[in-house]
């Protein structure tokens, strides 16, 4: 259970745009939506992390680059230099994506010390790490396995999707495992196919204390509707409070 006022629910917020055809216009739109609604982050690509970095600077909003995205096959050492341009550039928020094959292939050593070169460089910028594994790609033993790597590699965050993937993003069901496993000091960012207030709310039920989403204004809006119409200044969550259904 907890009681969630609606900043405190626009601090979850990672505001997300990651189409490969977004323009400047549609840069100083998502950094202008996340300083009014004092959302946490901005979720971009690593092309656009100057620009927003100009834009949000002195706002509080912080920003974040999409590494080795969305596929996450590109090798270590692209994935590392990535990570340090991006830094570099402004971004102090790093989502890389998993090596899938690598995964598949049952080469955990190797998974593991991507992890930890990525973390690393991170952590030496204190700039917040968030892995994403791809939920709906992987059984819930692989999901579990890249838990417990993350819970001795110890990024910030693991994330349960990129939103690209045809099998659908962030589960209810997927979040509570992660949550489960990912041992104490690493949190879990829900993302992919949230689109409305009833599965926001679903996640953080759920355990997510980052939700990733293209849908963030709509969302709060509804939030705001919700309170305002029953007069309250916070909502209160039961664990299985909001929708569950597999891609919101």
């Known amino acids: 259970m907890g009681t969630w006022t609606l900043e405190e629910l626009c601090q979850l917020v990672d505001h997300t745009n990651l189409r490969p055809d977004a323009t400047a216009a549609d840069m100083q739109r998502l950094c202008d939506e996340a300083a009014s ?37 590109t090798t270590v050492a692209t994935k590392v230099f990535e990570t340090r341009e991006a830094l570099e550039n402004g971004a ?3 989502d890389y994506v998993v090596n899938r094959s690598e ?8 998974v593991e010390d991507e992890m ?9 910028a204190r700039a917040l790490s968030k892995v994403i594994f791809e939920t709906r790609e992987l059984s819930s033993e692989e999901i579990i396995r890249l ?6 590699v110890r990024p910030d965050f693991v994330k349960t999707s990129t939103g690209f993937s045809p099998k659908g993003g962030a589960t ?6 992660m949550c489960e496993h990912v041992g104490e000091g690493v949190q879990v960012k829900a993302a992919g196919g949230i689109r409305d207030a009833d599965s926001f709310l679903a996640m953080v039920a759920a355990g997510a204390r ?5 849908a963030s204004i709509p ?14 200044p916070a909502l209160e969550l039961e664990p299985s409070e909001g929708t569950t259904t597999d891609q919101a």
Do not use: N, Y
């Open 37 to 73: 609604h004092h959302f946490r982050m901005v979720a971009i690509e690593p092309c656009q992390v100057v620009r927003c970095a100009r834009l949000l600077r002195g706002t509080g909003v912080h920003v974040g680059a999409a590494i080795g995205f969305p596929l996450g096959q």
């Open 92 to 94: 102090d928020e790093i």
């Open 103 to 110: 995964l598949k292939d049952g080469k955990w050593k190797q």
């Open 116 to 124: 930890s070169a990525i973390v690393s460089v991170c952590k030496e």
């Open 147 to 152: 838990c417990k790597i993350a819970s001795r």
């Open 172 to 177: 209810v069901r997927d979040v509570r495992l």
């Open 210 to 214: 980052r939700i990733g989403c293209t």
């Open 219 to 232: 969302i709060v809006e509804e939030l705001r509707r919700r309170m305002d119409a029953r007069g309250i």
